[in-house]
């Protein structure tokens, strides 16, 4: 049973970088999966951020590129994520699920809530 837990700051201040972490248990972030990070702000949809692939090879949606950056640390057996510069706007549930090559997302966390004030 492939496990996943995100980790990071429950509150973050304007302009600072978030970093969240997704430890995987139960399965190696190496195999032919896409280790992604949702979120999903209050009263909104699910927001696809990005993902890593089994080579390391990344992709971002257009609407984070620029700010983003998601590594591994295959030692660990951790994805994490960068969002920088971060505003109010960036408040949501950030999650950290696994995309199989079919697009389905077949595990998720269970979330983490980020908040941005000063």
């Known amino acids: 049973q492939v496990q996943l837990q995100e980790s990071g700051p429950g509150l973050v201040k304007p302009s600072q970088t978030l970093v969240l972490t997704c430890t995987v248990s139960?399965?190696?972030?190496?195999?032919?999966?896409?280790w992604s990070w949702i979120r999903q702000p209050p009263g909104k949809g699910l927001e696809w951020i990005g993902y890593?692939?089994?080579?390391?090879?990344?992709y971002y949606s257009p609407t984070f590129e620029r700010r983003t950056s998601i590594s591994r640390d295959t030692a660990k057996n951790q994805f994490a994520l960068q969002l920088r510069s971060v505003t109010p706007e960036d408040r949501a549930v950030y999650y950290c699920?696994?995309?199989?090559?079919?697009?389905?997302?077949?595990?998720w966390g269970q979330g983490t809530q980020v908040t941005v004030s000063s």
């Open positions: 699920a696994r995309r199989t090559m079919y697009y389905d997302y077949d595990y």
């Open positions: 890593i692939g089994r080579s390391g090879d990344t």
């Open positions: 139960g399965g190696s972030i190496t195999t032919d999966y896409y």
